[in-house]
């Protein structure tokens, strides 16, 4: 039997979905159906252009990123005990790295994989407020900081797929991907 409050949650979903898709539909239109391959150094900011979602089992949300082709996106989180984060309209870009991969940088963009109240740390230590917290970068084995901002790598699947990775928030967890939605 399904719960009234799964109803409730079904239909705030669908309705979000809904004002999402009216927003992002006409630049997904223009899209070709299937893009050729290509290489990460050939990936522009229009290929980015979409509604992403992410699925963490751990806290049993759902995450979406919709990024517009004018430079800004759009992050939603939900999790299965209630908690609706929307944000504002804020910023994105790409930054290309000397190594050749891709970053995308999303200003005051929020890291769920950890659950709702680590997100709301911004960025900072939960064990040290006064520091900013060290994420694991596993293809350099290097820590990367985001401070007030959700930073991910575009990757491409064995198949050309691009999938934006998050980065683990240590050496020992793995790394949680957004795909992009298809309605």
Known sequence: MISIHSHKRYYRWRSIISVVLLWILP????????????????????????????????????ELLVIKDDGTYQQI????????????????????????????RFVKGRYFPEG??????????????N????????KDNSAIVMDNELLLEVDLSKYSEITLMQFPSDIDAGSERFTLFKP
């Open 27 to 62: 630049v997904i239109a223009c899209r070709t159906s299937s893009p050729p391959s290509k290489s990460i150094q050939q990936i522009s900011e229009m290929d980015l252009v979409g509604i992403w979602e992410s699925h963490y089992s751990s806290w049993k949300g759902v």
């Open 131 to 138: 520091l900013l917290y060290s994420y694991f970068d596993p």
């Open 116 to 129: 709702p109240n680590w997100a709301s740390l911004l960025g900072t230590d939960p064990l040290h407020p």
């Open 77 to 104: 989180y939900e999790d299965s005990k209630g908690y609706l984060y929307i944000s504002e309209i804020e910023k994105w870009h790409l930054e290309p790295q000397n190594s050749g991969r891709l970053f995308l």
